[in-house]
Structure formats: C-alpha cells, structure tokens
C-alpha cells in the first residue's frame, strides 16, 4: 500500500520566519512528488517534481526532490499571514495520487 | 476561481434520496478524477477516468456510481448513502500524467 508521511503535522511561526515542510514516501510506480496548498476550499497546485536534485521554485516558495531517499521539502521563505494553510504532499504513480495528512501551517503577525 | 466547476456546492440529502454531483472542465484534459475529504484529513481517491473509460474505483461501495459522459463532463450518483458519507467530494482534471487540478468542492451532508 503506497505511503505519504508529512511532519511536522502543525507549525506556528511569526510573519518574516522561513519554514522547511517534510514528506516522506512510499509509492510503488513511482512517477512525480506534487505540492498542494489548501485553504478554506480546493487545494491548490504549488509543484510537480519529477527529477531528483533539481529545485523548482516560484516566489518566495521552493521545492526539491530526493528519489534516492524518497524524500522531498518545501521551503516557504519570508512567510506572511496569508501562507497559512494546510499544505499536502501527494506521491503520484500514473493517475493515483496518495496524500499525506498535511502540514498545518499558521503564520501569526 | 479554478477552471474545474463543479455544482452544487452544498447538498443536503436523505438516505433515501438519489442525486447527482457534476463537475465540468475546459482545459482539454483526458483524465478526470473524484476525491473524498473528510474533516481534518486529506482528499482520498475514488475514482478516475481516463479518455472517457473508468480505470480506477478504489473499492468504492455501489452507491457511489460515476459516469464520465464526455471528456468535459464528470458525473457522481449518489444513492441511499449513510450518514458517514457526509464529506467534501472533489473533482479533479489533469493532463495525462500531469499535475491535478481541482474544483471548490461540493459539501455534502447525508442527513
């Protein structure tokens, strides 16, 4: 049975904090690491990793992908109040993509 | 806004009612997919289509019936569900292989 595993599961930290966001996995066919943010409603798409080693950023947001220790994180530098949310991380092989529980993150002011 | 619409966005229904979830997409994706999300914990797979065809049901019990009309449309039958099947449903669309993308949900209470 595939295996996502996120940590820390909540994380308060003040505005202008950086914060590192863990996911661990287990999935047979393995195929793509995906980044999810999700608020109030539908999660929204943050990165797709597919390689190993190479980082993908966009903003103040980073990710990077390690295949050979079935690792990936998500950097979030700088926060501000409007990245709180829960952030998830889902190991996709071919069309099944399996979540972990999520980070909850609060960025307090 | 997301470019996955699906309706209602609330339903509220007896265990004994029949009804329908719909989501539509634009993008011109070829795989669309229904996720489950409880309260507190992450979206579950139920089902996904690809091209049109059925080729994942992860054990969902028979009275959640999807049918995928064209490759904008997606359908979820609901019918004599339970109280525990009150949930956030969520239809998604992707290329294939690419990243998913997801509507706002419908919130569905089965009372």
């Known amino acids: 049975e595939d295996k996502v595993v996120q940590s820390p599961l909540s994380l308060v930290v003040h505005e202008g904090d950086t914060v590192t966001l863990n996911c661990s996995y287990e999935v047979t066919n393995f195929r793509s690491l995906l980044w999810y943010k999700q608020e109030k409603k539908a999660p929204t798409f943050l990165f797709m990793l597919?390689?190993?080693?190479i980082e993908k950023k966009s903003g103040r947001l980073s990710s990077i992908l390690d295949k050979k220790e079935l690792f990936s994180i998500l950097n979030i530098t700088a926060t501000q109040t409007g990245d709180s949310a829960v952030y998830l991380c889902?190991?996709?092989?071919?069309?099944?993509?399996?979540f972990g529980k999520g980070t909850l993150l609060t960025v307090n002011p | 806004d997301t470019e996955v619409t699906q309706t209602p966005k609330h339903l509220v229904m007896g265990m004994t009612n029949k009804k329908s979830l719909k989501c539509e997409q634009h993008m011109g994706h070829r795989a669309m997919y229904w996720y489950k999300q409880k309260a507190k914990k992450p979206p579950e797979l139920m089902f996904v289509?690809?091209?049109?065809?059925?080729?994942i049901n992860e054990s969902v019990p028979s009275r959640f019936s999807p049918e995928c009309p064209n490759s904008s449309l997606l359908n979820l039958h609901l019918h004599a569900l339970q109280p525990e099947d009150s949930a956030l449903y969520l239809c998604?669309?992707?290329?294939?292989?690419?990243?998913?993308?997801f509507g706002n949900g419908t919130r569905l209470t089965v009372t």
């Open positions: 289509y690809s091209y049109e065809k059925l080729s």
């Open positions: 889902g190991g996709g092989s071919n069309y099944k993509l399996t």
């Open positions: 597919t390689s190993s080693g």
């Open positions: 998604a669309s992707s290329q294939v292989l690419g990243p998913l993308h």
